[in-house]
């Protein structure tokens, strides 16, 4: 019973679960916490002065966000999904939003084992994958992320064609100013640099084709990268769109308070669930009409 009441408080609040909003609220504020602790920590003059209180923050953000991690891990079993007790809880550790679960505390807790390395302060940065934990509790962020998952076949076209229009543009305007101007554009690698800033029309400047076929094609890589850019920002508005006047037109279940397309995303797996089919008896066989013998 304490196991499945817990499993219920470290998920995304329900309507009327006053104990898992406050959880919620209370893990949003610490994340929001470490966001601030984490730029502030960057101005030398604030982390001389205030390191103490900076590093306290640290110690207790690593307390709250691994016994959120362990409290996950623990309870998972009373969910259908997850209900085996070493598989299931491998499966949920293997789900993205745990992952980040697992990173965000990496580092502090490295730091507090005395783990002194170089690379410590790089993974540091791995702080700020905190954020990323507001997905699990903002619903415009799953809202997004519903999004995203229903229109990924489309934006991995457009990336893919965006990446074939990189190279090609590259080749291209390395082979044609190569000849003219072979520091700027000594390899294609480099000229990469050209195509991106001038696909995304940014242009800053420090790589400009001099010949005219440089510039002409220059000029059609330009009004492509418009063309271009322009495709996943009109394809996820419109998914978006689709799936906030879908959530508005379906209510939400009164149990868990989740809509239709969200109560469809967060179900258990199709091979977790235990489908009975049943099978209509079998028709008993006619039987022939007794004969009877006239009567005398």
């Given at each position: 019973?304490?196991?499945?009441?817990?499993?219920?408080?470290?998920?995304?609040?329900?309507?009327?679960?006053?104990?898992?909003?406050?959880?919620?609220?209370?893990?949003l504020?610490?994340?929001?916490?470490?966001?601030?602790?984490?730029?502030?920590?960057?101005?030398?003059?604030?982390?001389?002065?205030?390191?103490?209180?900076?590093?306290?923050?640290?110690?207790?953000?690593?307390?709250?966000?691994?016994?959120?991690?362990?409290?996950?891990?623990?309870?998972?079993?009373?969910?259908?999904?997850?209900?085996h007790?070493?598989?299931?809880?491998?499966?949920?550790?293997?789900?993205?939003?745990?992952?980040?679960?697992?990173?965000?505390?990496?580092?502090?807790?490295?730091?507090?084992?005395?783990?002194?390395?170089?690379?410590?302060?790089?993974?540091?940065?791995?702080?700020?994958?905190?954020?990323?934990?507001?997905?699990?509790?903002?619903?415009?962020?799953?809202?997004?992320?519903?999004?995203?998952?229903?229109?990924?076949?489309?934006?991995?076209l457009?990336?893919?064609?965006?990446?074939?229009?990189?190279?090609?543009?590259?080749c291209?305007m390395?082979?044609?100013?190569?000849?003219?101007?072979?520091?700027?554009?000594?390899?294609?690698?480099?000229?990469?640099?050209?195509?991106?800033?001038?696909?995304?029309?940014?242009?800053?400047?420090?790589?400009?084709?001099?010949?005219?076929?440089?510039?002409?094609?220059?000029?059609?890589v330009?009004?492509?990268?418009?063309?271009?850019?322009?495709?996943?920002?009109?394809?996820?508005?419109?998914?978006?769109?689709?799936?906030?006047?879908?959530?508005?037109?379906?209510?939400?279940?009164?149990?868990?308070?989740?809509s239709?397309?969200?109560?469809?995303?967060?179900?258990?797996?199709?091979?977790?669930?235990?489908?009975?089919?049943?099978?209509?008896?079998?028709?008993?066989?006619?039987?022939?009409?007794?004969?009877?013998?006239?009567?005398?």
């Amino acid at each position: 019973m304490l196991q499945r009441r817990i499993w219920e408080i470290v998920e995304v609040a329900k309507r009327g679960d006053r104990a898992s909003a406050i959880f919620d609220s209370t893990i949003l504020v610490f994340i929001t916490l470490n966001v601030v602790g984490v730029v502030l920590d960057s101005m030398e003059p604030v982390r001389l002065r205030y390191h103490p209180w900076l590093h306290r923050l640290e110690m207790l953000s690593l307390v709250v966000f691994g016994s959120e991690y362990l409290l996950r891990l623990w309870s998972c079993t009373k969910d259908p999904r997850y209900r085996h007790p070493v598989w299931g809880r491998l499966k949920l550790a293997r789900h993205p939003m745990v992952v980040i679960d697992l990173l965000a505390v990496l580092p502090s807790l490295l730091g507090f084992l005395g783990v002194d390395l170089i690379f410590m302060r790089a993974l540091r940065l791995l702080r700020l994958l905190r954020v990323a934990k507001l997905a699990r509790y903002l619903a415009a962020m799953r809202t997004f992320g519903i999004v995203l998952r229903s229109r990924r076949e489309e934006l991995v076209l457009v990336w893919a064609v965006m990446i074939l229009m990189l190279v090609m543009a590259s080749c291209l305007m390395y082979y044609v100013e190569n000849p003219a101007q072979p520091e700027t554009f000594r390899d294609i690698p480099s000229t990469m640099w050209w195509a991106v800033a001038t696909l995304t029309t940014v242009g800053y400047g420090d790589a400009v084709p001099i010949t005219g076929a440089g510039k002409l094609l220059a000029s059609a890589v330009a009004i492509l990268g418009l063309a271009l850019f322009a495709m996943p920002a009109g394809i996820v508005g419109s998914a978006f769109m689709e799936v906030m006047q879908d959530q508005r037109k379906r209510p939400a279940c009164p149990h868990c308070g989740l809509s239709p397309l969200e109560a469809v995303n967060l179900a258990p797996a199709p091979e977790t669930v235990q489908t009975q089919v049943a099978y209509a008896p079998t028709p008993a066989e006619p039987q022939p009409d007794a004969e009877f013998e006239p009567v005398q």
